[in-house]
């Protein structure tokens, strides 16, 4: 059975991250030696007994405590017993590439579906070795930056895709303005895919995007780069898109049924007076003529009981004449008038008058 004397790991490269020491049966009074840039585990029957940091270890009962309670060491001499020695790599992994075409994003403006490509790079570095070794090695012998890379590929492309949507939504960007944002989009996705890392003993490191690209065949984003340019033309005009859209319905009307239609639209869709406003000029631009304004609706004052009420329009006056509040012989004064008149007197409340129905006949007739 040979003896080890030594135990350490020439890391011949930086995608290097995990290395088994090949020989399980281990002597004490061997020399561990671990570098700057490694840390050593000691494994017995797939449990963790021991860590070591970088320096020289000469392999005792004293710095092998667990190990020694697991198979009970006996003190002095030279006792070979049998264990895994994994060494992990502590250098930082860096200009590791990430990538992704056919992400579907939603443009929070439009609520549109985007398809998009995004790619960047990142590094990693390996913070908690036992961590990392229980996570994700198992018992394979060797570990690279490929197998990083293979494991979180998914979690990159998620996280990225993730924080873009969040990150469009929370600022009100469209996708002409991502351009300008992938150091702040790339801090969002690096924190979100942190989360995933920080299971495995990993810490990322750098990570950034170096290009969003569109599909400009894609059917979503043609939709929204219309929608984006009709809405900078809008803008220039005060004009909001829905506001746009609100008008657009207004002239199909108009269009189909004549101005009249088309002006009770405009006031029926809630516009406003400003949106008011852009329907008389679409009308105008249109060649129709505007209505002219209907004439102010007169005002009364009332006599009740001897006392002056009002004023109130005619609208309110005729639902008085209805509940027989006023009738032919009620004393009515006309804003603008020239003094009181009976109700019947009045041509327009003598109109309201006639159009009421006559009281029911008294019993016997």
């Not at 570095?125 to 490929?146: E, H, M, N, V």
Request: net charge negative; with cysteine.
């Amino acid at each position: 059975m040979a003896i080890i004397r030594s135990i350490y790991w020439e890391q011949a490269g930086q995608d290097e991250l995990v290395y088994k020491f090949p020989f399980n049966d281990v002597t004490t009074g061997s020399v561990l030696t671990v570098n700057e840039s490694q840390e050593a585990f000691f494994y017995k029957s797939g449990q963790l007994c021991d860590s070591f940091t970088a320096g020289r270890h000469v392999l005792s009962t004293a710095n092998l405590p667990v190990l020694q309670k697991l198979i009970n060491l006996p003190s002095g001499g030279e006792t070979t017993f049998t264990a895994e020695v994994w060494f992990v790599s502590k250098l930082h992994k860096r200009n590791m590439l990430w990538g992704t075409g056919g992400l579907r994003v939603i443009d929070p403006y439009f609520q549109i579906p985007i398809k998009l490509s995004a790619r960047g790079q990142y590094g990693v570095r390996i913070s908690d070795g036992a961590l990392f070794l229980k996570r994700l090695i198992g018992t394979i012998g060797f570990a690279s930056t490929d197998l990083v890379e293979e494991q979180f590929r998914t979690d990159v492309v998620e996280a990225v895709k993730v924080s873009m949507a969040k990150y469009m939504k929370a600022n009100n960007l469209n996708i002409n303005e991502l351009g300008s944002e992938y150091r702040a989009l790339a801090k969002a996705a690096a924190k979100e895919l942190q989360l995933t890392f920080d299971e495995y003993g990993v810490q990322l490191l750098n990570f950034n995007i170096e290009d969003i690209s569109f599909d400009e065949n894609d059917k979503g984003y043609q939709t929204v780069m219309e929608g984006i340019a009709e809405q900078a033309k809008l803008s220039k005009l005060g004009v909001s898109y829905l506001q746009q859209k609100q008008i657009d319905i207004a002239q199909t009307a108009a269009g189909n049924e004549g101005a009249g239609t088309f002006m009770g639209i405009g006031m029926g869709l809630g516009m406003g007076q400003g949106i008011g406003s852009l329907v008389a000029e679409q009308i105008r631009q249109s060649g129709m003529a505007a209505p002219p304004p209907p004439p102010p609706s007169p005002a009364y004052y009332v006599a009740v009981n001897g006392q002056s009420a009002g004023p109130y329009q005619l609208d309110a006056v005729s639902g008085m004449v209805a509940r027989r509040e006023v009738t032919g012989s009620t004393y009515v004064y006309k804003v603008g008038g020239s003094g009181w008149v009976y109700a019947a007197d009045d041509p327009d409340i003598a109109r309201l008058l006639a159009a009421m129905a006559p009281p029911p006949p008294p019993p016997g007739m």
